[in-house]
Structures are given as structure tokens and as C-alpha cells.
């Protein structure tokens, strides 16, 4: 359940972030890209959409995701994000990586784009 308002959360956060923050919306610009959340068990599945400045999302699977981060189960993946997203463990997704908690599918260089990002949303 915490994974599941997280990444909720964060697509709010992404939508606030376009329509008050100039940096953002230059952060987006030319940008067309879908990163993918999801659990193994697949109980747990989000997108973000990131598409002419604007952000979408929702609580499905997606076929053209450009990047899919796939956690082996929602109680890793949301201490993971959280880490990440809150900014107080800059390793946490790399460490979750090596201990194959976290599998990285599509255009790996995406998720430097994606963790830049994070930045605009805190």
C-alpha cells in the first residue's frame, strides 16, 4: 500500500512541479519519455508519461515504456524510492541494484535523466 500512494504521490508532485516551476518545464522540454514502476508480482504498476511539458500517469502497465523499474516487492521498492525521492540515501538504488531487489529493464541512461528530475519535485 505504501508503494502504491508513493508513486501516487510522486506523479502529483511531477504536476505541480510543470505548472509552478519554470526549471521543470525546462527540465522537460523536447523530452518524451515513459518510465514504468512495477512490482514482480505485478500487484503494484504505475507510469509516468513525461510528453510536451507535461506529465500523465496512472496506476496501469504499459507496452512502450522507455524504461521499466521492476522492484521484487513493494515493500523494497517503496524504501528504495523513498530514499531516492527524499534524497537521504543517494546509494540506496544502486545498493538495491547489486542485491538484485531492483531490475532495471529498457534505457538504463534514463534513470540518470529520471534521478535529476527527483530534484524538481522535492
Known amino acids: 500500500m505504501k508503494l502504491r500512494v508513493l508513486l501516487w504521490l510522486m506523479a502529483v508532485m511531477y504536476k505541480r512541479s510543470v505548472r509552478r516551476n519554470e526549471s521543470m518545464r525546462d527540465y522537460l522540454q523536447n523530452v518524451e519519455k515513459t518510465i514504468q514502476f512495477a512490482t514482480d508480482e505485478r500487484n503494484v504498476t504505475r507510469f509516468l508519461k513525461f510528453r510536451d511539458q507535461q506529465v500523465s500517469s496512472a496506476a496501469k502497465e504499459v507496452d512502450d ?30 545498493r538495491a541494484v547489486q542485491d ?5 529493464e529498457g534505457d538504463v541512461m534514463l534513470l540518470m535523466w529520471f534521478q535529476k528530475s527527483l530534484k524538481y519535485i522535492r
Open 65 to 94: 515504456a522507455d524504461m521499466t523499474i521492476r522492484f521484487a516487492n513493494a515493500k523494497n521498492g517503496f524504501q528504495v524510492l523513498w530514499a531516492m525521492a527524499s534524497g537521504k540515501d543517494k546509494n540506496a538504488f544502486m
Open 100 to 104: 538484485k531487489k531492483v531490475v532495471v
